[in-house]
């Protein structure tokens, strides 16, 4: 069964406005989960490392400021994309592992589409 | 600089038979590696991984070989059924941050009943 929850599972939203979206591990507790991207008919991109407690890794070429990452507790991370404008339409997905040489599950995603 | 290649956009295979699904990559940092399915609007599904210490793992229909030499590995689907089209994706893991994958760009496998 799906061991990471993604919600929503889409969201249509007008430029400039914030959308939120959350993550959360469902039966084991995530001190780490990474946020990826996909865009159409690309591979799927890290955009940054959500820590619990401590202040998101973002690789290289991620605004911080404008996708603001926080992970309140160890089964739950968000994602607010600030001002959102059309190129910020994508498909955002989450991910957390058990830890150890487990692998990495991912939630169901979530389609941004910026008007 | 896409460290991790899947150089076939799609593969078409008939019902019953073997699909083959290819990767390349070119950091020889990377110690595991992993399979996974896709569907449109879904998040990917872990299908199988290997460790750079073995060469082969199976579980069930599916079987990853690698070949650190030539830093290949490949995905064998036996037999192919109709349920099984989806986009497959490699991904590579190195160093100490295990949730740091770097992806391919996928493959499309349609199997024809």
């Known amino acids: 069964g799906a061991v990471v929850s993604q919600h929503p599972s889409w969201v249509i939203c007008k430029s400039g406005t914030s959308v939120k979206i959350e993550c959360r591990s469902l039966?084991?507790?995530?001190?780490?989960m990474f946020w990826y991207r996909q865009f159409p008919k690309q591979s799927l991109m890290l955009m940054a490392t959500?820590?619990?407690?401590?202040?998101?890794?973002?690789e290289q070429g991620v605004e911080k400021d404008k996708f603001l990452i926080n992970h309140a507790s160890l089964t739950l991370s968000t994602l607010t994309v600030t001002s959102a404008h059309p190129e910020d339409s994508s498909f955002y997905i989450c991910?957390?592992?058990?830890?150890?040489?487990?692998?990495?599950?991912f939630g169901n995603g979530t389609r941004l589409t910026v008007t | 600089d896409q460290q991790v290649k899947q150089n076939s956009p799609s593969l078409s295979v008939q019902e019953g038979r073997i699909s083959i699904l290819n990767c390349d990559y070119t950091n020889s940092m990377f110690d595991y590696f992993l399979w996974y399915k896709k569907y449109p609007a879904e998040g990917p599904t872990f299908l199988i991984s290997i460790s750079s210490i073995k060469d082969k793992n199976e579980d069930g229909r599916f079987t990853v070989f690698l070949n650190k030499s030539a830093k290949h590995l490949s995905l064998h689907i036996v037999p192919s059924q109709p349920g099984d089209s989806a986009v497959y994706f490699c991904?590579?893991?190195?160093?100490?941050?295990?949730?740091?994958?770097?992806f391919g760009q996928g493959t499309i496998l349609t199997v024809h009943p």
């Open positions: 991904a590579a893991r190195g160093g100490t941050s295990y949730g740091k994958l770097t």
């Open positions: 039966d084991f507790q995530a001190t780490t």
């Open positions: 991910s957390a592992s058990r830890g150890g040489e487990s692998p990495l599950h």
């Open positions: 959500s820590n619990e407690g401590s202040k998101a890794t973002y």
